[in-house]
């Protein structure tokens, strides 16, 4: 009876865009690839984003809930509550969901993965793939690792609606000899299969023996979401699920081929935006960039904030260490920060009923400031805080900043990141660099 409780909750996730458990990924939005208009040796792109179609915006616990499954987190029963009222479903069903993630944990190699978010975020690239070019649209990812695609391996039944990779076809691949990999979701469910090394093309950039990895096995929840073809992980290599060894990504590939060891995101708040691969395009912000130091051991792009404002109050120095994560919606912040933001929100509450913090949709939020340094700082807008109406009526709306405090990390995903020109610099000693931008 569990399995067919996982079954049911994992389609209607789906259903709603939520039923893998990660990241996430930017704004209301599909980037598409095309080629530079001024290529310098295949080293420089930029690959703009268009809306998607598809897009329609989702009940905020969903989007918490989503958040918790991604980070192995545990579940609290108010959030549980609220998922479950919203999905006309049992409590009991959620729990007994939310409890398949306890070993989709990364390690032994498997990893915590949802790379499709349509919360408030959705992004594809057209992604050729061998020779000649089997073309894949593809989701970025900077919260994974791995490169893997639908492909002919997979029964026909998941492969309906998506475009396929089929290494036999390529004249440029070559099965790497022992190598599997295996990563399991938020919904208990997984993906696994074979290694190929083939070139894999984005934007004109080449990667010849990029390590491709087949899907034999995918999730519901990628079967169902058409959209996508697979994954491109821009994390790092640590992260990689490829077993025995551990194989690089395309980002960590392609650097000596790049203008420049770095990607830069502009992502927009319902709005189109870009990201630069091998260059920094001056027009896209304001100011200096400023750059802080990133901890890379434990795979992600993690850095530490020196504190926060909220509206026209004093600056609070407080050392905040997160992740910079493309591929989760919200914000996830301390108690403390929460406290003292929906303070200044009359009528904000923290909602069982809703999962996380709701105030009044006909109130101004206030802008967010955190720090970059003790110098520089970067502004969120009160508007891009308003995640939307969690009422028939409007009257309510869900908070863009949630608690950190159960899922066990800081999370500054798409709310902070489409405040700011963000570039993602690798190398040996990687960096984040953030500067303003117009809004």
């Known amino acids: 009876m569990v399995a067919l409780t996982n079954l049911l909750l994992t389609t209607l996730l789906a259903s709603a865009g939520l039923g893998s458990a990660l990241p996430p990924r930017i704004g209301n939005t599909v980037i598409e690839a095309r080629e530079p208009e001024l290529p310098v040796s295949g080293r420089k792109i930029t690959l703009p984003q268009q809306k998607n179609p ?60 949802a790379p499709i978010d349509q919360s408030d975020s959705a992004y594809t690239t057209p992604v050729s793939i061998g020779t000649p070019a089997q073309t894949l649209n593809l ?34 691949a070559k099965r790497l000899n022992g190598a599997s990999w295996d990563i399991s979701y938020g919904d ?14 984005i934007g004109g950039l080449v990667v010849s023996n990029q390590a491709v990895e087949t899907a034999q096995q995918v999730s519901q929840s990628f079967t169902a979401e058409t959209s996508i073809d ?59 960039i400023t750059y802080v130091p990133v901890n890379p051991n434990p795979g992600y792009w993690t850095w530490t904030s020196t504190g926060y404002q909220v509206g026209s109050s004093p600056f609070v120095s407080q050392s905040i260490t997160n992740i910079a994560d493309t591929g989760t919606t919200l914000m996830y912040v301390p108690d403390s ?60 709306c869900f908070g863009g900043l949630q608690t950190s405090s ?27 660099g953030w500067a303003s931008k117009q809004l």
């Open 54 to 113: 598809r897009f329609h915006k989702f009940n905020g616990a969903l989007s918490v809930y989503k958040t918790y499954l991604k980070y192995g987190a545990p579940v609290p029963d108010h959030l549980a509550t609220a998922v479950a009222n919203h999905l006309g479903i049992s409590v009991e069903e959620v729990l007994n969901y939310a409890n398949t993630t306890a070993n989709a944990r990364r390690d032994q190699g498997s990893a915590t993965a």
């Open 406 to 432: 159960d899922v066990g990390i800081n999370i500054f995903g798409d709310v902070a990141l489409k405040a700011a020109y963000v570039v993602f610099k690798g190398g040996d000693s990687p960096s984040l």
């Open 337 to 396: 920060i929460l406290q003292a933001y929906y303070g200044q929100i009359r009528g904000a509450t923290n909602s069982q009923s809703y999962g996380g913090y709701v105030f009044p949709c006909s109130t101004e939020a206030p802008d967010f400031t955190f720090g970059v340094t003790d110098e520089a700082t970067i502004t969120i807008p009160g508007r891009f805080i308003n995640y939307g109406p969690v009422t028939d009526d409007g009257e309510t």
């Open 230 to 288: 697979g994954l491109v992980g821009l994390a790092f290599g640590s992260l990689n699920t490829v077993r025995p060894k551990q194989q690089k990504t395309w980002f960590e590939n392609a650097i000596g081929q790049l203008d420049q060891p770095l990607f830069a995101a502009d992502l927009k708040h319902e709005a189109s935006g870009t990201y630069d691969f091998g260059f920094i395009d001056p027009a896209k912000y304001t100011g200096d």
């Open 139 to 172: 989701d970025f990812d900077t919260g994974s690792s791995d490169l893997w695609v639908f492909s002919n391996s997979l029964p026909s039944s998941q492969r309906a609606g998506h475009e396929i990779y089929n290494p036999s076809k390529s004249s440029t």
């Open 188 to 201: 208990g469910s997984s993906s696994k299969g074979q290694v190929y090394l083939d070139k894999v093309t």
